[in-house]
């Protein structure tokens, strides 16, 4: 494996059409494929990362990473051996060989009442003809959420990387809200960019995958009606261009079970 290659995938901003899978074995070959959602443990010199069901991946190419991963959470992919992958399950700690890791930002989640208002839409969220990736849990209070967006084109890392500083997004959720039922729990997602003023340049749409912790939200909301929601509804604005006026969307998804 390259190293320059890796060191451009570890920082690879487009998620595109990539999909999870536990294990996509090559016809042929001895080695395995695949995709988890991780914690990111460790730092630069030595990386470790913990998936959705407690297996520890470690990888052997530590020198493959270039650069700090900088996010708490990422999106891995890995090769991993038969031999490798029955040795670790006992002890849940899988040696592995890391492919690309996409590090995933965080998205805030506030009270109404702390939330910033948003001057900026968005072109989608979760699942769509152009981002495959479905909105995911990484545990029950721990959302996974593909988020499109107009953004400037980059050519380099530092160019990217200073791009995707300049949009935040934050959830946020209303006290005895209207909209919200026993069954269902409404956020509202804003997005706000730093350089408004810039907007007619970001012609170009980014998919990226963000986290948020929902844990708050689900708390208010089991007070309220006493049991927790089956359903959380998104809402947000959508313009079918970055200076088009907003219209309001909504995108579903289904709680995991508890």
Excluded at 63 to 68: E, G, I, L, P, S
Aim: with cysteine; proline share 3%; net charge neutral.
């Amino acid at each position: 494996m390259k190293l320059k290659t890796f060191a451009m995938n570890l920082f690879l901003l487009i998620v595109g059409a990539t999909a999870l899978v536990s294990c996509n074995k090559n016809t042929g070959d001895e080695k395995n494929y695949a995709e988890d959602f991780v914690k990111v443990e460790g730092d630069l010199g030595y990386y470790s990362f913990i998936t959705r069901n407690g297996f520890i991946l470690t990888p052997t190419n530590q020198v493959a990473f270039q650069r700090k991963i900088g996010t708490r959470y990422g999106l891995i992919g890995y090769n991993f051996t038969d031999e490798a992958w029955q040795k670790g399950q006992a002890s849940k700690k899988i040696d592995v060989e890391a492919v690309r890791v996409i590090p995933i930002h965080e998205a805030m989640l506030v009270e109404k009442m702390l939330a910033k208002e948003g001057n900026a839409t968005i072109y989608s969220v979760g699942k769509t003809e152009r981002q495959l990736m479905p909105i995911s849990f990484f545990d029950e209070h721990t959302m996974m959420i593909p988020i499109g967006y107009y953004y400037k084109a980059s050519k380099t890392i530092e160019e990217a990387e200073a791009e995707l500083q300049k949009h935040t997004f934050q959830f946020h959720y209303k006290i005895d809200d209207p909209e919200s039922s026993a069954t269902n729990l409404r956020l509202y997602l804003q997005h706000t960019v730093a350089d408004i003023d810039n907007q007619k340049d970001r012609i170009e749409i980014m998919h990226n995958i963000f986290v948020t912790n929902i844990y708050e939200a689900l708390t208010y909301h089991k007070t309220r009606f006493n049991k927790a929601p089956k359903t959380i509804e998104i809402v947000y604005e959508t313009a079918t261009h970055p200076t088009a006026p907003g219209n309001s969307s909504t995108t579903q998804v289904t709680l995991p079970q508890q």
